[in-house]
């Protein structure tokens, strides 16, 4: 065993230009395995660092680590071949239509990030950057995308840059422009995905993540050689993207089974398109009865009063767990009852929240998912 591990120290999105060769290196198997670490956050990149064997020895078919923490926030290392990379790159331009030019509007030291700088590399294409160290900007995408060149040309978003980018009506034309606009990193509800589609906005939902080389699963249809299958109603994935395990873990359960990843989210396959419900470690015990997060803020969203909203369960006296909705509202805020009622006519009525909380923004992590830990601070 020759490879070690190395830091991949990951600028401001301004500045990841110069990270191109060493990606390309990475994508040919050449030089050491990398570790991607934020360099413009120190306490990151240390932790990081110190839990994930940088400068030990690692398998030579190992080219990158992708931390990823979960809903834990421990970090765990999915080690990534260049096979996998590479697969999984022509994958997504065979689904697409074809390579393009890319552009950045996600952090570059998450997996979607790097994946468009990697399907950058691969597509021997400069990618176009916006810089996002302080937050996303729907504006900065009308001179970005007029900069990007063809045939083709792609993006990136996590559903909260998609609705502030609906919420701006020349960024909105923008975005139509391109081929395909991948939507990622959270669920997408279906009243943002039939807004965007309304405008003409060519969007391709993906699922995958760390351990799968980031999405490979688009539209609910696997990827070529990408493979879905269910086990008591969790998501398996499998094929050549898969991560070869996680650095340090060789009996973790989620690698337990050879070729397969066991994800924490619970779905449903209905001729042969996957349609995931949410997460299984993020399911509400109420009354006895399961309620799965994800499928009461979906039916929360179709509300016209809430504009974004979050479901946990905050323990409870009698009933173990109950249902909290957290809502950032439109105009005025609903109330309780209302809110109950509308859930009530579609699902049980145990999964209408017994409580309401209205914020201004949810707190978020990572590529825009939301951050449910800090939710369940406010309790």
């Excluded at 909203?309 to 109950?322: F, M, N, Q």
């Amino acid at each position: 065993m020759s490879n070690t591990l190395e830091t991949l120290p990951i600028p401001a999105s301004v500045d990841v230009g110069r990270l191109l060769p060493v990606l390309g290196e990475i994508l040919a198997g050449r030089g050491p395995a990398r570790l991607p670490v934020p360099s413009f956050d120190e306490r990151e990149a240390t932790r990081l660092t110190s839990t994930l064997g940088v400068g030990e020895p690692i398998d030579d078919d190992v080219a990158l680590i992708v931390a990823t923490s979960g809903t834990t926030g421990i970090p765990k290392g999915a080690m990534l071949s260049a096979s996998a990379l590479n697969t999984s790159a022509t994958a997504t331009h065979a689904r697409l239509g074809g390579t393009g030019s890319w552009l950045l509007t996600l952090p570059p030291h998450h997996i979607a990030g790097l994946q468009v700088l990697l399907r950058s590399v691969a597509a021997g294409t400069d990618p176009i950057v916006i810089d996002v160290t302080n937050g996303f900007d729907p504006v900065a995408l009308i001179p970005a995308i007029e900069a990007m060149s063809g045939p083709r040309r792609y993006t990136s978003l996590v559903p909260t840059q998609l609705l502030k980018v609906l919420n701006h009506p020349d960024a909105t034309t923008a975005l139509a422009t391109l081929d395909a606009v991948l939507v990622g990193g959270a669920a997408t509800p279906a009243a943002l995905r039939e807004r965007a589609q309304s405008a003409g906005i060519t969007l391709v939902r993906t699922y995958g993540m760390s351990e799968t080389c980031g999405g490979c699963v688009y539209d609910g249809v696997p990827l070529d050689e990408a493979k879905v299958r269910l086990d008591d109603g969790r998501v398996l994935l499998g094929g050549p993207m898969l991560a070869s395990g996680y650095r340090g873990m060789p009996d973790h359960p989620a690698f337990a089974e050879a070729g397969w990843f066991r994800t924490d989210d619970a779905g449903s396959v209905r001729d042969g398109v996957l349609t995931v419900l949410g997460r299984l470690d993020e399911a509400i015990s109420s009354g006895g009865l399961t309620i799965v997060p994800q499928v009461v803020e979906t039916v929360l969203l179709t509300h016209p009063g809430v504009g974004e909203c979050a479901v946990l369960g905050v323990p409870d006296e009698r009933l173990g767990e109950r249902v909290v909705a957290v809502v950032v509202a439109v105009d005025a805020a609903p109330t309780l009852e209302q809110l109950r009622e509308h859930v009530a006519q579609q699902l049980d009525s145990t999964a209408a929240p017994r409580e309401l909380r209205v914020v201004d923004a949810l707190p978020l992590r990572g590529p825009g998912k939301v951050d449910r830990q800090a939710l369940r601070a406010l309790f």
